[in-house]
């Protein structure tokens, strides 16, 4: 089975970094897509940014130029590194990836259980 497993948050003060990971394992034949959403309460969950198969980014404009996305195709990892944290980048992150899986047609995308990042005071 396909499984992602999120770490790294935690708490912060304004100003501070955070780097959170995804790993993901089972049998996958490839992975495209992955990303990150986070989700505050009392809101739905957003898409923070993604990278694509091919390696083309996307980031909300509340974190364009404080977070960064990368990935490691042969670890199967997708990193968020964000900088600069605001209290309202307050949240549980998740980690979505989109793969191929042997014996099924088109793409199939996966949750991690997610991850909490606080920043305040």
């Known amino acids: 089975q396909v499984q992602l497993v999120e770490s790294g948050g935690g708490s912060v003060q304004p100003g501070g970094s955070l780097r959170l990971s995804c790993a993901a394992s089972g049998n996958i034949f490839s992975i495209n897509t992955m990303g990150w959403y986070r989700q505050a309460p009392g809101t739905e969950r957003e898409l923070v940014a993604r990278i694509s198969g091919g390696g083309a980014t996307y980031y909300a404009d509340s974190v364009k130029g404080r977070f960064t996305i990368s990935r490691d195709n042969a670890k199967k990892t997708v990193a968020l590194e964000m900088n600069t944290l605001k209290p309202e980048d307050t949240g549980v992150y998740y980690c979505?990836?989109?793969?191929?899986?042997?014996?099924?047609?088109?793409?199939?995308?996966?949750w991690g259980l997610g991850t909490q990042v606080t920043v305040s005071s």
């Open positions: 979505n990836v989109g793969a191929i899986n042997p014996g099924v047609v088109g793409m199939s995308f996966y």
